[in-house]
């Protein structure tokens, strides 16, 4: 296949260039939508379900992370800080740079519970947001440390159980003391200002580290990894529905703050979503559309870190939750389409012609032996 390097998993390619699209999606109602748009509507309700999916990224990444040529402790470590050095910029781009211009809405600014215009410690704040960005640098140290002590497939397994089991417990515990506060806020925080806590969010992550692991064991054979998935996945709803029906409030809560058993019946769904990828790219012959999702997994990051900040950057035009269902649609399509173009047409461009200068300098910097 075109432009695809045969040890990857297509499958996997195809769900994270899937979801970082369908985050496009979610950001843009959150963003854009009025209020009775995202509760009482059809379209508010089918991007809420949609949403459900984020799991599928981090279940992509833990397969991903097993799969990579160099996986040391130290390479994880640069990994990490340079994944946490961009979400933080991303922070800054979408939230400070705006307010410092004066483009923020105030109706932003108060839906935070703040009195316009923004303060410094708004700002600060809003600059410590825990997004996935901060959730994947953080579990890239962890990653790389599970990884160099223990081979055993079944320790990622065990983390993620011991994870989901205690997020509860731990949510919300503080020392109040400056630094320690935001770290433990971005471990297990249980108020808005961290939107994807390591508890319970890595588990997904540790179950593809996993699949991942099981997939390197087992020869290499995708059948074999994604009906796993998928038997696993509907046991894990099986269980994870179950303990929602009996207690909801305890485990699930809400979307951001899961508890036990709404994080099993989630890892479960994601990983039927895995196996259905699967079945899309082995049924399906390959085709431009399944090409254009490959393009966006290899450019996750960027396509993540870009719809954000034009997402973001629009209010000062759009305004604040200001549309209802067709305004929505129309902006869905224009931020998708303006995500890809920037990507396309000015990072893409960008990086080549980076490439290209490097190649030229290094081509200058061989010395041919006089015979």
Same mark, same amino acid.
């Given at each position: 296949?075109?432009?695809?390097?045969?040890?990857?998993?297509?499958?996997?390619?195809?769900?994270?260039?899937?979801?970082?699209?369908?985050?496009?999606?979610?950001?843009?109602?959150?963003?854009?939508?009025?209020?009775?748009?995202?509760?009482?509507?059809?379209?508010?309700?089918?991007?809420?379900?949609?949403?459900?999916?984020?799991?599928?990224?981090?279940?992509?990444?833990?397969?991903?992370?097993?799969?990579?040529?160099?996986?040391?402790?130290?390479?994880?470590?640069?990994?990490?800080?340079?994944?946490?050095?961009?979400?933080?910029?991303?922070?800054?781009?979408?939230?400070?740079?705006?307010?410092?211009?004066?483009?923020?809405?105030?109706?932003?600014?108060?839906?935070?519970?703040?009195?316009?215009?923004?303060?410094?410690?708004?700002?600060?704040?809003?600059?410590?947001?825990?997004?996935?960005?901060?959730?994947?640098?953080?579990?890239?140290?962890?990653?790389?440390?599970?990884?160099?002590?223990?081979?055993?497939?079944?320790?990622?397994?065990?983390?993620?159980?011991?994870?989901?089991?205690?997020?509860?417990?731990?949510?919300?515990?503080?020392?109040?003391?400056?630094?320690?506060?935001?770290?433990?806020? *971005?471990?297990?925080?249980?108020?808005?200002?961290?939107?994807?806590?390591?508890?319970?969010?890595?588990?997904?992550?540790?179950?593809?580290?996993?699949?991942?692991?099981?997939?390197?064991?087992?020869?290499?054979?995708?059948?074999?990894?994604?009906?796993?998935?998928?038997?696993?996945?509907?046991?894990?709803?099986?269980?994870?529905?179950?303990?929602?029906?009996?207690?909801?409030?305890?485990?699930?809560?809400?979307?951001?703050?899961?508890?036990?058993?709404?994080?099993?019946? *989630?890892?479960?769904?994601?990983?039927?979503?895995?196996?259905?990828?699967?079945?899309?790219?082995?049924?399906?012959?390959?085709?431009?559309?399944?090409?254009?999702?490959?393009?966006?997994?290899?450019?996750?990051?960027?396509?993540?870190?870009?719809?954000?900040?034009?997402?973001?950057?629009?209010?000062?035009?759009?305004?604040?939750?200001?549309?209802?269902?067709?305004?929505?649609?129309? *902006?869905?399509?224009?931020?998708?389409? *303006?995500?890809?173009?920037?990507?396309?047409?000015?990072?893409?461009?960008?990086?080549?012609?980076?490439?290209?200068?490097?190649?030229?300098?290094?081509?200058?910097?061989?010395?041919?032996?006089?015979?």
């Amino acid at each position: 296949m075109k432009n695809i390097k045969p040890n990857r998993i297509l499958a996997i390619d195809l769900a994270r260039g899937l979801s970082v699209l369908l985050v496009i999606v979610v950001h843009t109602l959150w963003i854009y939508g009025d209020i009775a748009t995202q509760s009482e509507t059809w379209l508010g309700e089918a991007i809420h379900f949609i949403g459900k999916g984020t799991p599928m990224f981090l279940i992509a990444m833990g397969v991903s992370f097993t799969l990579s040529r160099n996986q040391s402790v130290i390479l994880s470590v640069k990994r990490a800080f340079y994944i946490l050095a961009l979400g933080y910029f991303m922070n800054f781009l979408k939230f400070v740079l705006p307010v410092l211009v004066g483009t923020v809405p105030d109706n932003f600014i108060e839906a935070y519970g703040w009195t316009a215009p923004a303060t410094l410690d708004n700002m600060i704040y809003m600059l410590g947001t825990g997004d996935i960005l901060q959730l994947a640098g953080v579990s890239l140290l962890f990653m790389g440390i599970i990884n160099h002590f223990s081979k055993n497939r079944y320790i990622p397994l065990i983390i993620a159980l011991c994870i989901t089991i205690m997020t509860r417990e731990v949510h919300g515990f503080q020392i109040e003391v400056t630094g320690v506060s935001y770290l433990l806020d *971005l471990l297990w925080g249980a108020d808005w200002n961290v939107y994807f806590a390591v508890f319970p969010w890595f588990s997904f992550i540790l179950i593809g580290m996993f699949f991942g692991m099981w997939y390197k064991e087992e020869n290499k054979s995708n059948t074999y990894l994604f009906s796993r998935m998928l038997m696993s996945g509907i046991a894990l709803m099986v269980i994870g529905g179950g303990l929602c029906y009996h207690n909801f409030e305890y485990h699930f809560g809400n979307y951001f703050h899961l508890g036990p058993g709404g994080t099993l019946y *989630l890892a479960g769904f994601n990983l039927a979503l895995m196996w259905f990828a699967h079945l899309l790219v082995t049924r399906i012959k390959e085709n431009r559309v399944f090409q254009f999702f490959y393009y966006c997994s290899k450019r996750v990051t960027t396509i993540y870190i870009i719809q954000w900040v034009l997402i973001c950057w629009g209010m000062g035009a759009l305004g604040y939750q200001q549309f209802g269902v067709t305004g929505v649609l129309l *902006l869905i399509l224009f931020y998708v389409l *303006l995500t890809l173009g920037v990507q396309r047409f000015i990072l893409d461009r960008l990086l080549m012609r980076k490439s290209q200068k490097s190649n030229h300098i290094a081509k200058k910097q061989i010395v041919i032996p006089k015979t």
